[in-house]
Structure formats: C-alpha cells, structure tokens
C-alpha cells in the first residue's frame, strides 16, 4: 500500500492527470472553482476515483458547471439530476449543488464572485475556513472543504515535498505560501 497521494496517482490512469494537472493548483475560474466544490460534495462517502469517472458525466449533467444555469434549476432539472445514472444520484448532494451554485451567484454582488470571496477571507486556518463554509454553503464538512481547499492551493497538503509536481505548484505562489508567510488570521 502506497502511503501518499502522489505515489499512488503515478501511472493511474485516473489519477495521474488529476493529480499532475489539477491537485493543488490555484485557479479563480468561477467555473473550475464551483466544479470542485461540487465533486467534493459528490465524493462524501464515496472512494475520489468514483467521482473522476464520473466527471463527464457531472460536466454534462450540470452545464459544464455554469453558475448561472445551475442556479437556475427547478423541480424539472432536480429530477432530471436524479434520474441521471451517470452521476451520484442523491437528492442532498443535488440540493446543495443547485443551491451553492445560487450562493456562488450571490458572491458576485459582496465580493465580485467565488474567488474574490476565498481571498477577501484568506489566510484562515482549517477550522475557521470550515466555520466560514459551514455558514455560506451547504452540504459542507471537514473532508469536503480540507479537500475542496487543499485542491485549490488554499491550504498546503496537496503534494509531499519531493513530488515533482509540488516544484510547478511552487512557482505559482499558491495561496498557502502567503498564509505560511504571513501566518493565518483567526475568524
């Protein structure tokens, strides 16, 4: 058994581009950031390489993750979601997406959308993020917003130091690196 994220993603065929292209790079697409989001809530309970097969499948089923088409789903969609075997059909997991993605939306009126939000509130640390989350979003726990957060750059973990990837992260400046400069704010 491989003891970190980064030895067993080498050579997987779902993992690895995830893992060499995605994880732990910062992005404040509106898109990418709400995806993330999404598949994290998706993955509660179940094993993350469920949620990469079925990422085009979530893709397709949410409009490419589009804020605004999201937001704008009623009963019909709700239940077109639920009937979508391509995705992980539970009713709590497609409330929280429809009505994140309206709260995502509502970002864009206090802080000119997600991304401004993270880092209008940026550094915090685990707990205060998750307190923050808890508050502004649903279906949100622990794993789910470590997760979601560590896979944007947000909070270190993502990759052990001696990964290769970590070196391309690294030139990024990735959020994490100013709070561990300039320490975490407390909320």
């Known amino acids: 058994m491989t003891s970190t994220y980064c030895e067993a993603a080498r050579g997987h065929e779902w993992h690895e581009p995830y893992h060499d292209l995605e994880y732990g790079f910062p992005s404040g697409d509106e898109r990418v950031l709400f995806e993330r989001l999404v598949m994290e809530i998706n993955q509660a309970g179940l094993?993350?390489?469920t949620i990469l097969k079925k990422r085009a499948a979530f893709r397709a089923a949410y409009d490419g993750f589009d804020v605004d088409r999201v937001a704008g789903y009623g009963e019909e969609d709700r239940q077109r979601l639920l009937a979508d075997p391509g995705i992980i059909r539970n009713?709590?997991?497609?409330?929280?997406?429809?009505?994140n993605a309206r709260r995502v939306r509502a970002l864009r009126d206090t802080h000119g959308g997600?991304?401004?939000?993270?880092?209008?509130?940026?550094?915090?640390?685990?707990?205060q993020w998750l307190a923050l989350f808890k508050r502004n979003f649903r279906f949100v726990g622990g794993e789910i917003v470590g997760e979601f957060l560590m896979s944007l750059g947000y909070l270190p973990g993502a990759?052990?130091?001696?990964?290769?990837?970590?070196?391309?992260?690294?030139?990024?400046?990735?959020?994490?690196?100013?709070a561990v400069a300039g320490g975490f704010r407390e909320y």
Do not use: N, Y
Request: aromatic residues 8%.
């Open 159 to 178: 990759h052990h130091a001696g990964c290769p990837v970590q070196d391309r992260i690294t030139a990024l400046r990735p959020p994490w690196m100013e």
């Open 47 to 49: 094993s993350w390489l």
């Open 114 to 127: 997600f991304d401004g939000w993270l880092r209008a509130h940026h550094p915090l640390g685990k707990a």
């Open 91 to 99: 009713r709590l997991k497609i409330d929280a997406a429809i009505e």
